[in-house]
């Protein structure tokens, strides 16, 4: 059998034992292969599924050829019988012919062998590979390697306590140890440690591994252990060295936890007529649980255990009866824990079959009735699709909860059950915060109808949420072609959906708020009337912190709404509100703790409080974490929590973490703009010179961008030299397409950003006829409708921008226009140029000269609140914003935001250090009235 070794070492022998280098020396058909054997069980993977993973940036035809070259690479150097087929679209290996470590690891955690699972994990799944553009291959390795390792540390603890329960505390203390090696920085998992080696007797131990522990939180982080550490060490030297017999045992209360509601009994039927229809008595409770059963977050009591109990109860009571009322099923579903359960019955008439069954809440007095249904159907031959829609239309009347109404109608426009049960599981995804997961549940449901608007609808909103902008209007757009089969109040929440995704932000919300003045209780609209408030606010003028009702209300109809608890934890900690952050937060982890906002939630409160402690754990996991969480949580920590110097230090860890090209040109890029946020222009510049070695033409953009920026003067030689470095850039049109999903953002644009940047350079230079060339150039500019739009209005921006320089400022204000249509706010989040950041400063300059303090303080307001390139603006906007308090009277405000200048550059370069100062300055002069 061959050995693939994927845990810590990588390895792979054949049977004879020798290496097959061939293949570990080709990285994509090894992570291929890889791919392959992981899966627990075995599975078969669709070709479709495969390309999208590796060979996402090449045509359909193109990706097939790779893909058969790859398998005929592998069948030729693995033999036959490893590389599986099944049809001609389907692809897997022999679990006969090949054995994986990891797969084996998963089989063992599966049936509950911890030990020989520990045994098997050998370090992180593997290590030091890296496929060049193959994102979606990326992310997977990302979470595969989390869910391991968080089982490879759940089975070293079973392990100890396992050893300690028989008395073995030498494989306890080996046991635990082995776990907290695998969370090195955790005090949780290394205060476990310390309490199971104090109580097996070793003192001395546990003081041991306390200073290990000290030393290295010292050294990586120049961190101290929390004071529940510290108190615990106090204890354990306190106490004497006692060596115990046995282990101490915890008792654990035997109470029956409450009826769940999503857990339903389906009790026998009662069945009338033929007497060959018998069977379906008990029949239909096995087939109407099965259905059920995984449909959303419902669960059914297993059939056989509750007909086992039937039987046993009857035969006790020596009864025969068959079927129930209400009240003796309430008692039967109490105890198997369920809080509802189905009584029915099945009657035959002429060859044809009515089914009637009832839906009945367990967990209130009176055992009410929540839905019912019925059905009829010719014989035997039609049983199963009677049982299917049975379990759709009691599936769609079982809750009354407002937030659950998609799901409802969900049930009632499809005929597919398995669609039905895809789309409900999606939902569960999506309202715990898992939206890949929910975004793979859409996709199934729409393939197994693809004419289920709703499951489309969904598809777009979970693609939104994990900035898959082509997939989620692509699926907002087949929505549409079928929303013959919804109401008017879903094709109202389409229409704003798409208006939504096509950056209409004043179409949709115009959309939502007319649906929730007619649907108050639509929880759905509320959070999505809040969620366009918040993220395009900034490019309207107007603060994010607008959307809290929304979102308030929201909550109202769905208290554990997560979407909405991350949008309010955000508010608050940008209001500095950081109890009210630390209550949500809270919220947020206990309802989705492996949600895809876990992390960047937990990394929020630690920077916006100044945990220490959170903040070196977070970072650990950001380490170990897929990029757009990294992405998430590091927008989070700058926009937000505004912790400026500690997101410096992020950037600086993992520009030393990263591997690939173009994510060390990101690092650097970001840290530029870190830098410059802070006043260091110097060191920006020298930021950028480093990410130019990994991408020019950002570089380049950027150090343009700096050289423009009102509040940055640079030497005229500079200014020339930054638009001869633009003009002699000939292949800008032409430059080649990233990956990075951040670094993709300027696929395509570069040439009309060359042209917008060389325009607005020239206006410094006091060169009119560049400038007015470079926005002809613009306008002229050739491609898709978007594109063109896009340099239109940047052509608009270096019009406004030389009208601004001569002091027309009406006509400035003119042809800075309205926001941009058609461009949506991730894309905004993604490119310093998309966010329009220059524009909205120039525009609150202009309207602060013209004496429109009330729109300026509004307009300065929103910088740094929806991309984290537009922190190089925070400081001057601060300034500016004292200023106009001031001349309005309110000196505490003014104090506010000039002491906020004074702190963000408070190591500044020199030439910045005048408006610093004077902000310093006035900031105590007023403080003082």
């Not at 998609?406 to 939206?435: I, N, Q, V």
């Not at 947020?588 to 929020?604: F, Y």
Request: hydrophobic share 45%; proline share 3%.
């Amino acid at each position: 059998m061959i050995e693939l070794r994927t845990l810590g070492s990588l390895d792979l022998r054949g049977a004879d034992g020798f290496e097959l280098r061939p293949v570990l020396q080709q990285p994509k058909r090894l992570a291929l292969l890889a791919y392959l054997a992981v899966a627990h069980p075995p599975r078969f993977y669709r070709r479709d599924t495969l390309l999208a993973m590796f060979w996402p940036e090449l045509d359909g035809e193109h990706a097939r050829a790779a893909l058969r070259r790859a398998l005929y690479f592998l069948r030729r150097s693995l033999g036959d019988g490893v590389i599986l087929g099944r049809g001609d679209e389907e692809v897997g290996l022999s679990a006969q012919e090949l054995s994986c470590d990891a797969a084996l690891f998963q089989r063992a955690m599966a049936e509950e062998r911890p030990g020989d699972a520990l045994a098997l994990y050998r370090g992180v799944l593997l290590e030091g590979v890296y496929v060049s553009g193959a994102p979606e291959f990326e992310r997977w390795l990302d979470e595969t390697r989390t869910v391991l390792h968080s089982q490879a540390a759940s089975a070293a603890w079973t392990v100890a306590d396992r050893a300690e329960e028989r008395g073995d505390a030498r494989a306890a203390v080996e046991a635990a140890r082995r776990a907290a090696a695998l969370a090195p920085y955790d005090e949780s998992v290394h205060r476990r440690l310390l309490s199971l080696v104090d109580r097996v007797g070793d003192r001395a131990g546990a003081l041991r591994a306390h200073e290990e522990f000290v030393r290295r939180l010292r050294i990586d982080y120049e961190l101290e252990p929390s004071a529940e550490t510290l108190a615990l060490v106090a204890t354990i030297k306190q106490r004497r060295a006692t060596p115990r017999e046995t282990p101490a045992s915890v008792a654990v209360p035997n109470e029956a936890s409450a009826p769940a509601r999503s857990v339903i009994a389906v009790l026998p039927f009662v069945v009338r007529g033929n007497r060959e229809y018998t069977y379906l008595a008990e029949g239909l409770v096995d087939l109407l649980s099965t259905t059920l059963d995984g449909a959303g977050e419902v669960r059914t009591v297993d059939p056989r255990a509750l007909l086992g109990h039937i039987a046993r109860e009857h035969e006790q009571r020596g009864s025969d009866r068959t079927h129930f009322d209400p009240a003796s099923a309430c008692a039967v579903a109490e105890r198997f824990g369920a809080g509802s359960f189905v009584l029915g019955s099945v009657i035959e008439a002429g060859g044809r079959l009515r089914i009637c069954a009832t839906l009945y809440d367990a967990t209130s007095r009176g055992t009410p009735a929540i839905v019912a249904a019925e059905v009829a159907g010719s014989g035997e031959s039609g049983v199963f699709d009677l049982v299917d829609e049975i379990a759709r239309r009691l599936l769609a009347g079982q809750s009354a909860d407002p937030g659950a109404r998609l799901s409802r109608l969900a049930a009632l426009t499809t005929e597919s059950l398995p669609a039905l049960k895809a789309y409900l599981r999606g939902e569960g995804e999506f309202r715990a915060g898992r939206y890949l997961q929910a975004l793979d549940a859409f996709q199934s449901a729409a393939n197994e109808d693809p004419s289920f608007a709703l499951a489309y609808y969904r598809l777009s909103s979970a693609a939104a949420a994990v900035a898959n902008l082509e997939l989620a209007r692509e699926a907002s757009a087949r929505a549409a072609q079928h929303q013959h089969r919804l109401a008017y109040h879903d094709r109202a929440l389409l229409d704003a959906q798409r208006a939504w995704l096509q950056g209409a932000a004043d179409d949709a919300e115009r959309h939502y708020t007319a649906i929730v003045d007619t649907y108050v209780d639509d929880m759905e609209a509320w959070f999505l009337l809040g969620d366009v408030q918040f993220h395009h606010n900034p490019r309207r003028g107007r603060s994010v912190t607008e959307a809290r009702e929304a979102f308030e209300r929201a909550l109202q109809y769905d208290p554990e709404h997560v979407s909405s608890l991350v949008h309010l934890a955000r508010v608050a900690a940008l209001e500095g509100r950081v109890d009210e952050l630390d209550a949500l937060v809270d919220r947020v982890l206990k309802l989705s703790p492996a949600g895809d906002r876990a992390l960047s939630m937990r990394a929020l409160r630690a920077y916006a409080v100044g945990n220490e402690i959170e903040k070196a754990r977070v970072l650990t996991a950001l380490g170990r974490a897929r990029a757009l969480a990294v992405g998430i949580a590091f927008t989070d920590i700058v926009l937000y929590a505004r912790d400026i110097d500690g997101a410096h230090r992020l950037a600086k860890v993992l520009s030393k973490l990263t591997r690939a090209t173009e994510e060390r040109a990101l690092c650097h890029l970001v840290l530029a703009h870190l830098e410059l946020a802070s006043g260091r222009h110097r060191s920006a510049r020298n930021e950028l010179a480093a990410a130019a070695s990994f991408d020019a033409a950002w570089a380049l953009e950027l150090r343009a961008s700096f050289a423009t920026l009102p509040f940055v003067s640079l030497p005229r030689a500079e200014l020339v030299a930054v638009r001869e470095a633009l003009e002699n850039w000939s292949d800008a049109g032409s430059a080649a397409p990233r990956r990075n999903q951040v670094l993709a953002a300027h696929n395509e644009l570069h040439g009309v950003l060359r042209d917008y940047l060389i325009g607005l350079v020239s206006v410094r230079l006091g060169d009119e006829r560049a400038a007015a060339a470079a926005a002809r150039r613009l306008e002229e500019s050739n491609g898709d409708a978007t594109r063109h739009r896009f340099a239109g209005a940047l052509a608009r921006t270096v019009r406004a921008s030389a009208a601004a320089s001569c002091d027309a400022r009406e006509e400035a204000l003119r042809l800075l226009g309205g926001p941009d249509e058609e461009l949506w706010y991730q894309q905004s989040v993604t490119s310093p140029f998309i966010s329009r950041a220059f524009e909205r400063y120039l525009r609150a300059e202009l309207l602060a000269s013209m004496g429109r303090d009330e729109e300026a303080v509004s307009w300065y307001g929103t910088l740094g609140e929806s991309s984290p390139y537009e922190i190089i603006y925070l400081a001057p906007a601060h300034f500016r914003q004292g200023e106009l308090y001031e001349r309005k009277g309110d000196a505490v405000r003014a104090a506010n935001h000039y002491a906020r200048c004074a702190r963000l550059w408070k190591g500044c370069d020199e030439s910045l250090a005048p408006m610093r100062d004077a902000a310093a300055g006035k900031a105590r002069l007023l403080s003082a009235k």
